[in-house]
């Protein structure tokens, strides 16, 4: 037990120092693949263990409470350097905050298991690794590619490549821990990951914002502090576990959760924290992927998940589903008027968190469980989608959708990956939409929380069907096939396969292994959703059929036989098969060219930013008011 | 309304069975893969429905072949086809949300989301869901492709018969179109049978009088555009839902 847990949370520490002191890259190939595969194969096998309980020596204690202090330094230190008044400020509290804490209310005495492993982590822990692993092993030709593109005379991969693996430690050590100081060493770890993955080109642009990252989830770190003292005044107890066996909260205590649940709203980047995750994608895209799909901002909705059996049935929870539901909403009308692929990618990313959010706050077994799977669902499906744009990118050198028109042609393989990776998104039977469903159905009784998730569910429809649709774009036969280095590819086909595998399971992992671990007791008193009464999955029959139906579709369309036609315009085609142009004045022919619909003048960032931030701060304020 | 006499009642059958005998002209094979998902999906939809499944899973299915068609329209190369798909997307965003909260009106009245259970209940829910039931109807009247909301499937650059998002489709393709609209059209109105299930007669009323009232509507109201019917289906929408669930609520 105690050597997976070494595996798991040191390991990658280890990895990192060996990347960034061994200059070459052939090691540095094989360690994050090795790590990546050891990793995989430590969650599997502590998956395979059931839950535990672990008890860390005296000596891991006091080196927690050493490397925090330290870190906060540091962070201090990068404010000052950075002359940030508030990264300053934040940091600044922090250290007085904990070490008044740590010196003057903590009890030393009291021994508290320091890690644990339920349902929850454990699956957390798998997310991480796997996905997070299959991410850090994508880098690797993309850095190389990335460093030849910025013609750098010293490479930075090795500094990159410690901060992206020593993330997955960080994470699995955050999803793992039960001493809630624990948490947060591991929670201001990847705060400060993130911020250097961010600044990493060291551009302007990417130092504001990787600045920005640092003051907000420090203001996230502060909450995260109280939340921690105040509920320590309460309960006298540091263990996790120990807080959610006393039940419901109430009274100040609630507060002290609102406070916690702050933090995780700041990590996951919900509104109106969402500047610092779109300010993320000026990095390189393995960071990007690897913040918005397994770590980073699933950090953040793991904590309200974490926590959610202590205000359940509370105002405090009407109010994050409210906070939860309102990002939702706002962030799908918000990538409505992008067009950019990566803000599209990062506010669909925001929208699902405040999903995953939604339903912690709906706080029913069945909305819990939908949380849980969106996690899963979300970080395959999220991760492929970064990773093809960043593919895209290196290749047409832009990551908007108006420049991906006709990809097929050029690149027919990630553009089908790409193709697929946004209908695992949005369409049955893949696990997103199941998700939803259970959302919606958790929701029934909640007008506003339903009504906000009735209109966001359809916005989602118009920002991906558009991007697949015109990804699609090509006529006749595609220019020969696409190479690519088998470490992009990879990654692709295998989180491209996980997502079609995970379609056909999710009955399977609903009834036989989410139902038994988060809600057992609920759901046998009500029955499940996805089973009939005569306890066979309802799904499976649909599945098929859906199944069938699109392979009888994609059996038409290869052997559809018929006669080349030009696309109509209007009788005035001039040229070839492939140009499309008209008929112009003077006999020239003007090339026809179509753009999507932005709906700006409803959906504009500028017109609708403001006006969310009031709203969503608004809701905050309302939240942690009826904690009170 | 006019003293001519138009085509026979079922002309729309002949022209399909016409479009089917002819030859395939291709533009994309895409195109061919998103209409039989198309009709895949409506065909499936109809069919959950008359087996009693959940609400809103079925709508689930119909909206992917919805978001299929879209697909198709915008993977060729034409212009009116993908002023077509871009103004359908809008149509799609307008009345999804409507659909899901009548759902919804069902749920609170019913509570379950599945046929059966809606089928099973004692008293017509139109009683208790009148102006859900007018929100449905413009659902309806979008997805019927009526006016005033029929821009997605019209627009003219130099001749009449451009057909927004279908100007690719012909033949074969066309006629799968044809079929899959059917489809749609049994469960939406399957949908408002909902409204009046407790005896079979008022549930024919309903639905002859409803399909009499699009058509009239069709023929009385001009082609708006997508920005007002965004606006004002919204608002009205909206606004209806909340004074029914507010009703169902106090009552």
Not at chain 1, 31 to 59: C, D, K, N, P, R
Not at chain 1, 288 to 303: D, E, F, I, N, P
Request: charged share 10%.
């Amino acid at each position: 037990m105690s050597n997976l847990l070494l595996l798991l949370i040191v390991l990658p520490a280890i990895a990192g120092v060996v990347c960034y002191f061994v200059r070459s890259g052939a090691v540095r190939t094989f360690t994050v693949t090795a790590t990546g595969a050891v990793l995989t194969a430590a969650s599997l096998a502590l998956l395979g263990q059931g839950s535990f309980v672990f008890e860390a020596s005296g000596l891991w204690e006091s080196l927690v409470t050493i490397l925090d202090f330290a870190l906060l330094f540091v962070i201090l230190y990068y404010g000052f350097r950075l002359r940030n008044l508030l990264i300053k400020v934040f940091a600044a509290a922090q250290i007085v905050l904990l070490g008044f804490f740590e010196l003057v209310l903590l009890d030393h005495g009291a021994s508290v298991p320091a890690l644990m492993g339920d349902s929850l982590a454990l699956v957390m822990v798998l997310v991480v690794s796997i996905v997070g692993s299959l991410i850090c092993i994508f880098g690797l030709p993309y850095m190389r590619k990335h460093e030849q593109h910025l013609k750098l005379e010293k490479s930075k991969q090795p500094q990159f490549f410690l901060y992206l693996v020593l993330f997955l430690g960080a994470m699995n050590g955050l999803v793992l821990a039960n001493n809630i100081l624990w948490l947060y060493f591991f929670f201001e770890v990847t705060t400060f990951c993130s911020f250097m993955l961010i600044g990493h080109d060291a551009t302007e642009v990417a130092t504001k914002n990787a600045t920005r990252a640092l003051w907000m989830n420090s203001l996230g770190g502060v909450a995260l502090v109280l939340g921690i003292i105040w509920a320590y005044t309460q309960t006298g107890t540091l263990s996790i576990m120990a807080m959610l066996a006393a039940g419901p909260a109430t009274g100040v205590l609630l507060v002290a959760v609102g406070f916690i649940c702050l933090a995780g709203f700041v990590k996951a980047a919900q509104l109106p924290f969402q500047s610092w995750l779109l300010g993320a994608m000026v990095a390189p895209t393995p960071v990007s992927a690897l913040l918005h799909s397994s770590t980073m901002v699933k950090a953040g909705v793991y904590m309200v998940l974490r926590f959610s059996p202590m205000f359940e049935g509370s105002f405090l929870s009407h109010g994050i589903a409210l906070c939860g539901a309102f990002t939702f909403l706002a962030c799908a009308a918000l990538a409505i008027g992008q067009s950019n692929g990566k803000k599209i990618l990062a506010y669909s990313t925001i929208s699902n968190l405040g999903l995953i959010i939604a339903c912690a706050g709906l706080n029913t077994p069945l909305a819990i469980i939908a949380a849980v799977m969106l996690i899963i669902f979300h970080a395959i499906s999220k991760s492929l989608l970064f990773l093809c744009v960043g593919t895209i990118e290196q290749k047409i050198g832009s990551r908007d959708i108006e420049d991906m028109r006709g990809l097929f042609k050029i690149m027919p393989r990630t553009a089908t990956i790409t193709i697929i990776g946004i209908l695992s998104m949005l369409l049955p039977p893949f696990g997103v939409l199941l998700c939803k469903w259970m959302a919606l159905e958790a929701a029934a009784g909640h007008l506003f929380v339903i009504v906000m998730m009735a209109l966001g569910s359809a916005l989602t429809v118009v920002y991906w069907a558009r991007w697949a649709g015109l990804l699609m774009g090509s006529r006749g036969e595609s220019r020969g096939t696409e190479q690519q280095p088998l470490l992009t590819g990879g990654p692709l086909m295998l989180l491209c396969a996980s997502a079609l595998v995970f379609a056909f399971t999710t009955p399977y992992l609903y009834t036989e292994v989410l139902v038994p671990a988060f809600a057992a007791a609920q759901v046998a008193l009500h029955g499940s959703l996805l089973e009939d009464a005569a306890g066979g999955f309802v799904m499976y029959p649909l599945i098929m059929l859906i199944g069938l139906g699109t392979l009888f579709a994609v059996f038409r369309a290869l052997r559809a036989k018929g006669k080349e036609s030009h696309p109509y315009l209007g009788g005035a085609q001039v040229g070839g098969m492939d140009e499309g142009a008209f008929l112009g004045p003077m006999e020239t022919a003007v090339p026809y060219s179509a753009g999507n619909y932005y709906l700006g003048e409803l959906f504009g960032e500028h017109k609708l930013t403001l006006w969310i931030n009031i709203a969503a701060g608004s809701l905050i304020l309302l939240m942690m008011g009826g904690a009170l | 309304m006019q003293s001519r006499q138009g085509p026979p009642i079922l002309q729309a059958f002949y022209d399909v069975a016409k479009l089917m005998g002819k030859d395939q002209m291709l533009s994309n094979r895409w195109q061919i893969l998103c209409c039989w998902v198309y009709l895949v999906a409506a065909a499936l939809a109809v069919g959950m429905f008359f087996a009693r499944a959940d609400l809103l899973l079925i709508f689930f299915v119909q909206a992917a072949g919805a978001v299929f068609l879209v697909m198709g329209a915008l993977s060729v190369k034409s212009p009116y086809s993908q002023v077509g798909a871009q103004r359908e997307l809008v149509q799609i965003l307008t009345y999804e949300p409507l659909l899901i909260l009548v759902f919804v009106g069902m749920y609170l009245v019913v509570g379950s989301f599945d046929v059966g259970d809606i089928l099973a209940y004692q008293t017509p829910l139109l009683r208790k869901l009148p102006l859900m039931f007018i929100v449905l109807s413009y659902a309806l009247t979008i997805k019927l492709r009526k006016s005033p909301f029929d821009f997605s499937t019209s627009h003219h650059g130099h001749q009449e018969l451009v057909k927004g998002v279908m100007t690719e489709y012909s033949g074969p393709a066309l006629g799968l179109i044809e079929m899959a609209h059917w489809y749609e059209t049994v469960l939406i109105l399957g949908v408002c049978s909902l409204f009046w299930a407790t005896s079979w007669i008022w549930m024919a009323v309903l639905l002859v009088a409803t399909y009499f009232a699009e058509l009239v509507i069709d023929n009385t109201m001009a082609r708006m555009t997508w920005r007002w019917m965004l606006k004002y289906v919204w608002s009205i929408g909206l606004a209806l839902t909340f004074i029914n669930f507010i009703w169902l609520h106090a009552g």
